[in-house]
């Protein structure tokens, strides 16, 4: 009776690799499942914001200033009218273009870095090891806001900042991976029938750190939203009118919270649940990815 | 181990190098129309400078490299980090007026990320997959994702319309009144703490999972020691080594949040001149504080190197 269980099994597994992971992924983790889906959901919105936004995010009324949540204005309305629904919405499309433009940025960086420097080595890769030392001595937000000081504000500069900022720092976890996978023998082998480096790079180390690849970029994500968000609430991100979710906490905002409370609410309780649902399926992926690494950032 | 500090310290020469270079850089990229746009922003600057007087005071008509030769003179020889370009103050003045705040306030949130981290990292291990242990982890990853100045924006806003309370925002130095300073530094340093504790709290935890399979602990709890000290006095120190380090690398993080606290609470430290300083655009104090920021986290983690090999006496031999 095994004989004929066994093939089927077989067959299982082979048809797609991703499904079986997804499948992993909701019976291993649950809670980087569910976070996965907040994900995924805060990605829809921020792609169809404007059809699931009732109002426009700038759409002044004034009859309607400070109006409580209710049926009409589930988030309630700010000191202009304006519906704190939609604006949350639309921060999310802002916080989906930023954070996805500048992970990938940010990821493209530490891959090119890391990968050079991982197999590579010597005086390059020493040299390279004490700039990135010196460039995480300094915060990030320090480092933004001095960035700012220099260029004015504004969506593409926050995005290279960061996306720049946090790819040289990101490239010490892909170094670390290439670093292990360069001793595997199938390298040696590639370099002893003659392989060109570029080849090497591409068709052995890339595929093998494919996996710590993908977990920075999703954490990088969450990351890089909370940074904006900074930014924005000091007043030195994408500069107002845009609903940022940061700078809705911020500015002339910050003193009609006392009679509406719940202008204080909506933004900064969106920003937590992506971050953290950002945060859980990262640390998910991470786990499935590689159970060594558990525990460790 | 003097060979071990040897070799820390000289480690840190090309590192400061390259993020005076950074600095130095990154600020350098004043595009012309800044000056322009400074002038036209800043009243008491169209006053004060001509266009060629403020090009000279930054120093923007020499080369590159006789720039960066005399700032770095400057700073290593005499301490002298340039004067302000609006108050005309020493800047080496103004950054010591603000340094120990921020200090404190960092110093503060360490206490509590600590306090906040090892007692739930240290109870999740020793109850491993208990509700307690979900508990405490799923609590201290929340606060990870709570953005800073969300919390502390709620503090302001809440407090005051429920009870009429709002946390003071009149600095007193620690000098003058120790105990309303620690009062008005404690919330921000709670918030501060506890986003930073998560972290720790998870290194704590997988330490202590591995130090508590160890055999001596098997020795220390067949020696019928109480739970209490085999845990105290065997795992937790074992287990808190790596902790350590942990701490070198949270310094950014801490020096970023108090940026954000000390807007929020109004506390005159480090963050706050930096971010009056890029609203006036007085370039040598952002210069100012971007190097010191710089050089007191790598400070920090030549502390954190040299206490590691200390408490840790494999690393020294390596």
């Known amino acids: 009776m095994a004989t004929i269980a066994a093939p089927h099994v077989r067959r299982w597994r082979a048809s797609s690799p991703t499904l079986t992971f997804i499948g992993r992924l909701f019976r291993e983790k649950p809670l980087g499942a569910i976070g996965g889906v907040v994900f995924l959901l805060f990605l829809l919105c921020g792609i169809f914001a404007d059809l699931l936004a009732p109002y426009g995010a700038n759409q002044i009324s004034p009859i309607n200033r400070l109006k ?3 049926l009409a204005f589930p988030f309630g309305t700010d000191n202009l009218g304006r519906d704190m629904l939609s604006r949350c919405l639309y921060g999310a499309q802002l916080s989906v ?8 940025l940010a990821t493209l960086i530490s891959v090119l870095l890391g990968i050079l420097t991982g197999y590579l080595g010597g005086k390059f890769d020493l040299i390279t090891q004490r700039f990135v030392d010196a460039w995480q ?13 220099v260029v004015e504000p504004g969506m593409p500069q926050i995005i290279v900042t960061l996306g720049l900022l946090l790819g040289i720092a990101g490239s010490r976890i892909i ?5 292990s996978v360069r001793e595997n023998m199938y390298v040696h082998a590639a370099q002893s029938i003659g392989a060109s480096t570029p080849r090497i790079l591409w068709h052995h180390i890339l595929p093998n750190v494919l996996p710590p690849i993908i977990v920075l970029f999703t954490t990088r994500v969450g990351v890089v939203i909370l940074a904006e968000s900074g930014l924005s609430f000091l007043g030195l991100g994408v500069p107002p009118p845009a609903p940022t979710w940061g700078g809705m906490l911020s500015g002339s905002g910050r003193t009609f919270m006392f009679q509406g409370p719940w202008l204080a609410l909506a933004p900064g309780l969106c920003l937590t649940l992506v971050v953290y649902a950002t945060n859980m399926f990262g640390d998910a992926l991470r786990d499935l990815f590689d159970p060594r690494m558990r525990g460790s950032r | 181990m003097q060979a071990y500090i040897a070799r820390r310290l000289l480690a840190l020469i090309p590192t400061m190098f390259f993020a005076s270079l950074i600095v130095f850089v990154t600020v350098r990229l004043i595009p012309g129309d800044i000056i322009d746009m400074m002038l036209s922003q800043n009243d008491i600057a169209a006053d004060k400078f001509s266009r060629d007087q403020l090009v000279a ?66 109870y999740s291990a020793m109850r491993q997959d208990t509700a307690g242990d979900y508990l405490g ?13 969300w919390m502390g924006t709620m503090v302001m806003v809440f407090p005051s319309i429920w009870w009429g309370w709002s946390p003071d925002v009149k600095f007193v130095p620690f000098a003058q009144h120790p105990l309303n300073n ?53 795992a937790l120190k074992n287990a808190l080594i790596p902790v350590v380090t942990l701490i070198g690398l949270q310094a950014p993080l801490l020096i970023g949040g108090a940026v954000i606290m000390e807007q929020i609470f109004v506390i005159p430290g480090m963050g706050l001149l930096l971010l009056d300083a890029v609203n006036q655009r007085d370039y040598p104090i952002i210069t100012g504080v971007f190097l010191i920021v710089g050089i007191a986290v790598m400070l920090i983690n030549l502390l954190v190197d040299l206490s590691y090999g200390f408490l840790d006496p494999k690393v020294r031999y390596r």
């Not at chain 2, 290593?76 to 950054?95: C, H």
């Not at chain 2, 982890?137 to 800073?148: D, E, K, Q, T, Y």
């Not at chain 2, 290194?203 to 845990?231: F, H, N």
């Open chain 1, 97 to 104: 273009i930023i954070g996805f433009c500048a992970a990938g």
């Open chain 2, 182 to 234: 620690l009062k008005q530094m404690i919330i921000p340093a709670i918030i501060l703490g506890t986003s930073l504790s998560a972290v720790t709290m998870r290194l704590t935890r997988t330490m202590m999972l591995e130090v508590l399979r160890q055999d001596y602990i098997r020795t220390a709890w067949a020696k019928g020691l109480p739970e209490k000290l085999v845990v105290a006095r065997h």
């Open chain 2, 57 to 122: 005071a930054l120093g923007l008509d020499k080369p590159l490299w006789t720039q960066y030769a005399h700032w770095m003179g400057n700073i290593l020889l005499a301490g002298d980090f340039g004067r302000s370009l609006w108050q005309n103050t020493p800047v080496s003045e103004l950054l010591l007026a603000r340094l120990p705040v921020t200090f404190q306030l960092g110093a503060m949130a360490l206490i509590v990320a600590l306090l906040v981290a090892i007692p739930i990292g240290a």
């Open chain 1, 68 to 70: 409580p949540p209710s």
């Open chain 1, 175 to 179: 170094r670390s991976a290439v670093v």
């Open chain 2, 137 to 149: 982890r799923s609590f201290s990853i929340l606060m990870l994702a709570v953005p800073g100045f």
């Open chain 1, 137 to 149: 001595s300094f915060p990030d937000l320090i480092i933004l806001i001095v960035v700012v000081s």
